[in-house]
């Protein structure tokens, strides 16, 4: 019986072993496969029991921030609305005021000039000349830097 045992069966056997080997080895990378997803499983399940809770709690907070915020919003704009009230009425009186504030500076100055002029020439129409001249002058450069800063 060994006589008729040849090369063509030596490679069926060789190849059933290989083959009962490959399914064994497949076999076990399958079932190591199957533990690792079972593990898996459990860490998601796990992940999921725990994290619902905190995102539950996360969006009632964002919830209530949304809220401070947009109570914050409200006070913002009442401020903004404050600010162009007073800006407006500052303006206003600013306005009120400039004018009148402009011609006693100049009419203070041309009286000093005025004097000063009248001391050293005693000439009374020589002396009224140039007080207007310098209540006019400072009233321009009065109002030279008003525009300048803006009032």
Do not use: C
């Not at 069926?12 to 076990?28: N, P, R, T, V």
């Not at 860490?43 to 619902?52: N, Q, V």
């Not at 009632?60 to 162009?84: C, F, H, P, Y």
């Not at 020589?126 to 009065?142: C, H, M, N, P, Y």
């Amino acid at each position: 019986m060994l006589a008729s045992f040849g090369w063509n069966d030596i490679a069926d056997l060789a190849l059933a072993i290989f083959l009962i080997l490959a399914g064994l080895s497949l076999a076990y990378a399958l079932w190591k496969l199957g533990a690792t997803l079972a593990r898996a499983t459990t860490f998601i399940k796990g992940t999921e029991r725990e994290l619902l809770p905190v995102i539950t709690k996360l969006g009632g907070t964002i919830d209530r921030v949304n809220d401070q915020l947009d109570k914050v919003d409200r006070m913002t704009d009442s401020a903004v609305d404050a600010v162009e009230s007073v800006d407006s009425a500052v303006r206003t009186v600013s306005s009120a005021v400039r004018r009148p504030v402009t011609k006693l500076a100049g009419a203070a100055t041309g009286v000093r000039h005025a004097a000063s002029s009248f001391r050293t020439r005693h000439d009374w129409r020589e002396s009224v000349r140039t007080g207007k001249e310098e209540a006019a002058r400072r009233e321009r450069d009065l109002e030279d830097e008003l525009d300048e800063a803006g009032t």
